[in-house]
């Protein structure tokens, strides 16, 4: 990856961690309510953890990260997507599961396996925002600008399908379609997260301020507002948590997390 | 039957379920402006008819022509009142978001209020007389309250077809009762009403025209002796003959009760 130099100040690596948290905060704030509402978490945390099988494999083979983690990541995602569509029907659901645990199990193998200078496999597990380059701050906001992008022109058609998907077969809309959309716009998601938060602890941003978003709020805006207000305020407490208590960010984000939804 | 006057046409319509026939050689018309109502036993297949004339299901064999077009071509004059179970519970919207989401035909955009559709919205609730339910959550409203919500998310775009699927299941009888006034009137507007009910009885005081469906028409007609004995042999128990010619009550229980 090529490294583009990002930090304008002594506190660059914080300043790299909070960028990089803030494009997570915007990204989960209108990608997690689809989730949330289509009860996607499973197949989303599915998703996230079977990409540490692509991570793994692509080190292995000395792949460029930066050029096979997206289209990866995305064939991932229509696949897990193909699989929970298929559970509906009958089949089980422990096929989400198996792809999810087989990608983990085939990432610590080829991780073990790669000679030299490898990445620690728990900054990929658990995530490490300050360890965070410039280009790894870009790479996450082009990811999360380009599903926060797709959300907004969709808006409308994912929210008919996250309400009543076969009402929305009945007004004409492309129902399958904006499931697999909406698949494409999560694994997008997951992967501009999964540097600073790691695939274990994203889900937790992702799914959390929306579920107190639902609790909290009368209507759709309300619920998205509630959802961004929280991931702001997560970010910048867990970062300062921290800093404060040397904690790794994912960690103290998903402290704040969990003490948000007990507390809300 | 001129071309022109058909609202609906079903023709030989097989839906299966992998290897389970569900509807088998359905066929029926139904003429623009009347009011049919479509009975039968619990699993006798009447959603499945629904899903399968609007497209949510593929259908194995057979022909749906909804105003002699293609249903595809239609749907902007097409509403459908789907069972309340349907709607995801995890979605917080308004019971005014609700209904504006009978006008999202296309995918795209962001707003779901807009001036214009408030208006639409709001019309389409005082229908309904649930105008001051707007800024109510959807989720707190009652069940009587959340079936109007639908019925009015149904008809905020002005269909010319309504389909209702056990509209009145779950609402107390002065609902009900008014929910058939409604209806009644929008067919008196010239809107043709198919609707799928358990309650016989309520049903043949508004219908024009029933159909009992058991896995295929075994009947369709205005009513009489020939649906008792088509509804005595669908729902397999006797059905006594009440209000206008039509079953209203089912007299002995079933024989392997």
Redo the contacts between chains.
Sequence with gaps: MIEIPLDWSGLGLVKNAFLSLLGGALVSALVGPFM????LGFVSAGISHALLGVIGVALLFGLPLSAVLVPATVVLGLFMGMLERRSRSGAPEVAVALTWTVGMAIGITALRQVKGYVPDAMSYLFGNAFLLSGSDVLFAWGLSLSASLAV?????????C???E?????????ARG?YYLLLVIISLAVLSLVKSLGVILMIAMLLVPPAI??RK????L??FLWTLGINLFTVCVGLWLALRMDLPVSVAITFVLAGLYILL | MSERKIALEVEDLWVSYGESVVLEAVSFRVERGRFIGIIGPNGAGKTTLF?AI???IPVKRGKVRVFGEDV?RV??R?G?V?QMV???P?????CG??VA??L?????????LSGSTEDKVRRAMALLGIEDLF???YKTASVGQKQRVLIA?ALVKDPQILFLDEPTASVDEPTETNVFYLLNQLKGQGMTIVMISHDIGVLSQFVDEIACLNRTLVYHGKGGEELSSAITSAYSCPVDLIAHGMPHRVLKRHEDD
């Design positions: 949330f509402m289509r009860r907004l022109l969709f808006f409308r058609g994912l929210l008919a996250a309400v009543d076969e009402f929305a077969v009945s007004q004409g809309l492309p904006l978003g639902e709020s009368r209507g759709i309300g619920m | 899903k609007l497209g949510i595809d749907r902007d097409i459908y789907p349907e709607t995801n995890m979605v917080p919207l308004t978001e609700m989401m009978g999202v035909a296309r995918p795209w955009g962001v707003r779901v800024t109510v959550p998310r």
